[in-house]
């Protein structure tokens, strides 16, 4: 295994991230205005991120196994123990600051879920007050999603 393959892939990587990074903060911000027309453009440019990751991803896990790493310990977080400390040093600081970025975007990307939870609940909260089921009762198919009051249901689905 060439070690500035390795090396050339997880900057990539690092890249991507911080491209990550950048779009989950714009997500947030537009979803916090809700500014619809934004968002669209700012998805399809996280959606094309995320596949360049995953790429990238398999390059590595590629390279890795050719290398004769087995195939479960291909990951990032598994990679900084088969790179002994004092073999690259660069390369340990790669996977750091990689490792650190991937923090950053799962917690941008909790915050964005827990803003669209709430805009959905807020929604549904406007519309139960314009159809004038305020206090209508609340319950839930075998999906998770919510049903109401006139829709039909049998016994065994209640």
Do not use: W
Not at 94 to 122: A, Y
């Amino acid at each position: 295994m060439s070690q500035s393959e390795l090396q050339n892939l997880l900057e990539r990587d690092r890249e991507l991230l911080d491209q990550l990074t950048g779009l989950l903060e714009q997500e947030r911000v537009s979803l916090e205005g809700r500014n619809l027309s934004d968002l669209d453009g700012i998805l399809q440019q996280k959606q094309s991120v995320l596949t360049n990751i995953e790429g990238n991803d398999q390059k590595r896990r590629q390279l890795l196994l050719k290398a004769g790493v087995p195939e479960d310990q291909t990951s990032i977080a598994q990679l900084s123990a088969l790179i002994g400390r004092e073999s690259d040093a660069r390369l340990h600081d790669l996977l750091d600051s990689i490792k650190q970025r991937l923090s950053t975007c799962r917690e941008l990307s909790e915050t964005n879920r827990i803003i669209v939870h709430r805009s959905q609940v807020n929604t549904q909260r406007a519309l139960d007050i314009l159809r004038g089921n305020k206090n209508a009762e609340k319950l839930y198919n075998r999906h998770g999603s919510r049903l109401t009051a006139n829709q039909r249901r049998n016994l065994g689905q209640a």
